[in-house]
């Protein structure tokens, strides 16, 4: 009899009942399954530090399993699986959309070695379950945002465990994860814009008095000012990776 092959199995809402059948059927094959909702996988991103891929607090490398498939296309976590993943085995029922995930940008860049903020991608059902693990990882404050969005919106601050629980309880989807990110202190932050993969300009956007946020649609100043060459090819170079010959980078 062959060694037995290790299968995970990503699924929403399949009936216990279906997933011990097939189970039982693929004991007889010498074959383990095992079965965890997608809504419980989250991804760890930091600068220096490989890509950490978890299953609730389990923390899952390219060892654990020969095959995984998901039947979801709702989420780019998953993606994560086969981007980290390499030497495993992954079938995916359907593939979303990635360019306006924020998270999919970040894996992106993190990927190439671009700095990012230290970011957790995690289903808001379970902040509450690993809250624990959240607060060893970061400090307070922490942004928190979903992966679409525009103007400033989908983005709140949160300073203690009880802000954490109650922004993600009470604003994101289901379907999308949340991220997490460490609060990088600036004064500003500049908008960048590429055209061809080149930088023509750049302008620094500082917040109104009071507000966290320097989006200019929430009262933010703009000012004239040009960036430092060495950020410019940054920028160049995260278009690049993008594949956006046009951009408007923060």
């Known amino acids: 009899m062959n060694s037995q092959n290790n299968i995970l199995i990503l699924h929403r809402n399949t009936s216990k009942e279906t997933l011990d059948y097939i189970v039982s059927l693929a004991s007889d094959k010498d074959v383990r399954i095992t079965y965890s909702r997608y809504n419980t996988l989250s991804v760890l991103l930091e600068n220096g530090c490989p890509m ?79 809250i624990d693990f959240i607060e060893k990882e970061f400090n307070y404050p922490l942004v928190v945002k979903g992966v679409t969005g525009a103007h400033g919106q989908n983005v709140y601050l949160a300073n203690s465990r009880k802000e954490l629980l109650a922004i993600s309880q009470n604003n994101f ?61 940054i920028a160049e170079k995260a278009c690049k990776i993008l594949d956006y010959p046009y951009g408007y980078l923060l």
């Open 173 to 233: 989807d289901t379907i999308q994860p949340v991220i997490i990110q460490e609060l990088v202190e600036n004064i500003g932050d500049y908008r960048v814009i590429i055209v061809g993969f080149e930088y023509k300009t750049s302008f620094l956007r500082k917040g109104a008095k009071g507000e966290w946020k320097n989006n200019t649609s929430l009262g933010g100043e703009i000012i004239e000012e040009e960036i430092l060459p060495k950020f410019r090819d």
């Open 52 to 130: 950490k891929i978890y299953i609730g607090d389990n923390e899952i490398t390219k060892n654990n399993y020969d095959l995984i498939y998901s039947r979801t296309e709702r989420t780019f976590l998953i993606d994560c699986l086969y981007k980290e993943l390499t030497s495993t085995k992954f079938l995916q029922f359907a593939k979303p959309y990635r360019k306006t995930d924020k998270f999919w940008q970040y894996a992106t860049f993190h990927e190439q070695k671009l700095p990012i903020p230290k970011s957790l991608g995690i289903f808001k059902e379970e902040i509450n379950n690993r």
